[in-house]
């Protein structure tokens, strides 16, 4: 299973430091929560933050953008280093939906789409073919620090059955820590995003080891 380090609740004098002790253990992703401050409450940084981390980081770099306009810097953030762009299917006119998909792999990035605790994942099963992740979200989106949501479980469940036929990873995001992270592996998940978890004091083998 794959670990993705959210840094959303990183301070910035802080956040070198949490990725080079991440890197340190084995090679996993970087989850960029990027919030416009509409389409969620919060707002947050953008590509140039990618591009700064990109510097000094390898690992696979995984964008959530939770923005309206998600197609709006995708030039940018290619540029700035990103390795996939994961938007949310909410976000955007379901007419939109196929044209943002083609222009993310254009730009040879990998595609991803999220959807929020209230979203059925059946409305998606059109665009599964297409896609490289799926993210599940298991708490609102916005927002670092809250408690999972076990409902999550059964969309892994129905994403995992569908996966047969297609070649995308699941994924989910919120709440997890070393006990949620054992529900959701159990469910069928390819890729846990970690943020407060592991961030709240030093990252070390042993704790990311607890995940897993």
């Given at each position: 299973m794959i670990i993705s380090l959210s840094i959303l609740n990183v301070?910035?004098?802080e956040r070198k430091k949490q990725?080079?002790?991440?890197m340190k253990v084995k090679e996993n992703?970087?989850?960029f929560d990027v919030m416009d401050g509409l389409f969620?409450?919060?707002?947050?940084f953008d590509y140039k933050v990618v591009k700064e981390i990109n510097e000094y980081?390898?690992?696979?770099?995984?964008?959530?953008l939770m923005t309206y306009e998600p197609f709006k810097y995708l030039k940018e953030y290619k540029e700035s280093g990103t390795d996939q762009i994961?938007?949310?299917?909410?976000s955007v006119k379901k007419e939109e939906i196929t044209n943002i998909i083609n222009q993310?792999?254009?730009l040879d990035m990998k595609v991803g789409m999220s959807i929020k605790p209230n979203t059925n994942p059946q409305e998606i099963e059109p665009y599964l073919p297409y896609l490289d992740l799926v993210l599940v979200m298991s708490v609102?989106?916005?927002k670092g620090g809250q408690k999972f949501m076990e409902s999550s479980l059964e969309k892994i469940k129905w994403l995992k059955e569908k996966q047969k036929n297609n070649h995308y990873l699941i994924s989910v995001d919120g709440g997890i820590n070393n006990e949620t992270s054992k529900l959701v592996k159990k469910a069928g998940c390819d890729v846990i995003v970690v943020g407060t978890y592991l961030t709240k004091e030093e990252i070390t083998k042993d704790k990311i080891k607890t995940l897993i």
């Open positions: 301070n910035e004098s990725i080079e002790d991440f992703w970087i989850h969620v409450e919060n707002k947050t980081c390898s690992f696979f770099k995984d964008v959530h994961t938007f949310h299917y909410e993310i792999k254009d609102e989106p916005g």
